[in-house]
């Protein structure tokens, strides 16, 4: 057995190595590891090993989802596989008789590794070690814990394991590390990518680096750095620095450069927002930004379709009312020009990452005005209870809908599909006609 052990920890990468053996001589752990440096990997090694040498003896890993216990136990059967074949060259059949399932693997010693979701209800009961997967994320996570703790507390030498990337400040997955600190009784480890790279990890950490689409996701994800439960994307001084005097225009047949075009349909105190972006080379420049207080719905498409006219793509809110403009403008100018978007958590999400990048790349330039500034400054990126993202803001009248026009303008300029037809003007003024307008 030991030929196979020496084997197994030939697998792994020096600092993988290492915190095996302290995890191995300490009965509490807490690694807090960056993204893709093997920590699932390393775990199900653990566990591998703990089930062989150690008769009728359960190793329990506890993931935030069923889809992530599962995988983890893909990760268990490749060891599994790989200790079948060292093991069959000296002769031993101990691995192939292992049985194998979705969710657990049941090895002749009596020995067993389940992978279990992060359900309080459904991790009661057990007896053996424990490993909390990613348990930054578990949903309910301090009741998972509450109920999964007893598990370690007839034998000495049963384990507990945290190993996560970091979350919020109030998890129980950062209580556990705040915890740990200066504790004798636990193994705590801090690993960003570049310890891990610096001890034998094969990445081009600044091709990483260049191609995240914000720097907290860099700083959570990678440095290992907790996210305030309560997160101002675009704080005031990231703002002012892409604010710049005369980048409106007055005609937009004078732009020279392509035009993308984001409509926030009004769904609260009958504002809707169109947000109209230039883009030249790799800058983006706010244009217009059109503001339209209790104008009819007709009206309202008449200005919208108006604007279509000069993009190049244009995205719609079509969330609630706004389901009925965006699909006649997409039924008139087709899918390519016109996309509609849903505002799920996840679009808004992926909406306001990419909308703090530009602005901290100061890849886009905006107009200095009260209303528009304090709009993209209200949203904020909040964590539940349950661990879910959410992305809200609220100003006076508006709801964040400015930052939202922004935003879905810059979702179609990436876009890898583009119009290519003939531009139609309808040689209207859709301000001058109907006068009803408030442009910053």
């Not at 030929?3 to 990468?13: C, F, R």
């Not at 194998?100 to 009661?124: H, K, Q, T």
């Not at 009925?324 to 039924?331: F, S, T, Y």
Request: net charge negative; glycine share 6%.
């Amino acid at each position: 057995m030991s030929e196979k052990k020496s084997s197994a920890h030939s697998l792994l990468l020096p600092y993988q190595a290492e915190a095996l053996k302290e995890i191995e001589s300490h009965k509490f752990s807490c690694l807090m590891w960056a993204r893709q440096t093997g920590k699932s990997f390393l775990i199900a090694l653990f566990a591998v090993l703990r089930a062989v040498e150690n008769s009728n003896h359960l190793v329990a890993v506890i993931s935030p989802t069923e889809r992530q216990s599962k995988e983890f136990m893909e990760k268990v059967k490749r060891h599994v596989e790989f200790l079948k074949i060292v093991g069959a060259q000296f002769g031993e059949e101990f691995f192939k008789e292992a049985s194998i399932n979705v969710l657990e693997v049941r090895f002749p010693n009596g020995s067993r590794i389940m992978g279990l979701p992060a359900n309080p209800d459904g991790v009661r009961g057990l007896t053996g070690d424990v490993v909390l997967e990613e348990a930054a994320f578990f949903r309910d996570g301090y009741r998972v814990y509450q109920a999964i703790f007893p598990s370690i507390t007839r034998s000495r030498d049963y384990k507990l394991i945290a190993i996560s990337t970091p979350r919020t400040k109030n998890d129980v997955f950062a209580h556990i590390w705040q915890m740990s600190d200066g504790n004798q009784l636990w193994y705590r480890q801090k690993l960003t990518i570049f310890d891990a790279v610096s001890r034998g990890l094969d990445v081009d950490v600044e091709s990483i680096k260049k191609a995240i689409p914000s720097e907290d996701i860099w700083m959570q994800e990678y440095l290992c750095e907790f996210m305030d439960e309560n997160y101002i994307l675009l704080p005031y001084e990231v703002i002012h620095a892409c604010v710049l005097d005369g980048v409106l225009v007055g005609n937009l047949a004078e732009v020279q450069g392509d035009i993308y075009v984001g409509v926030d349909i009004a769904r609260r105190g009958n504002l809707t927002i169109i947000a109209v972006l230039e883009k030249a080379g790799s800058i983006l420049y706010l244009r217009k930004l059109e503001i339209m207080k209790n104008i009819p719905f007709r009206e309202q498409f008449e200005a919208i379709d108006y604007y279509t006219a000069f993009a190049r793509r244009v995205a719609v809110d079509e969330t609630g009312i706004g389901m009925q403009i965006a699909e006649e403008l997409q039924r008139k100018w087709g899918e390519i020009k016109v996309q509609r978007v849903y505002f799920t958590a996840k679009a808004k999400e992926e909406l306001a990452s990419r909308m703090q990048a530009y602005f901290q790349d100061r890849r886009i330039f905006i107009p200095q005005n009260r209303d528009l500034i304090e709009d993209l400054h209200s949203v904020e990126r909040t964590i539940t209870q349950s661990g879910n993202i959410r992305i809200e803001g609220s100003s006076e009248d508006s709801h964040a809908d400015r930052f939202w026009a922004v935003a879905l303008a810059l979702s179609v300029v990436e876009s890898k599909s583009s119009y290519h037809g003939p531009y139609i003007f309808s040689g209207i003024n859709w301000e001058s006609r109907y006068g009803v307008m408030a442009m910053v």
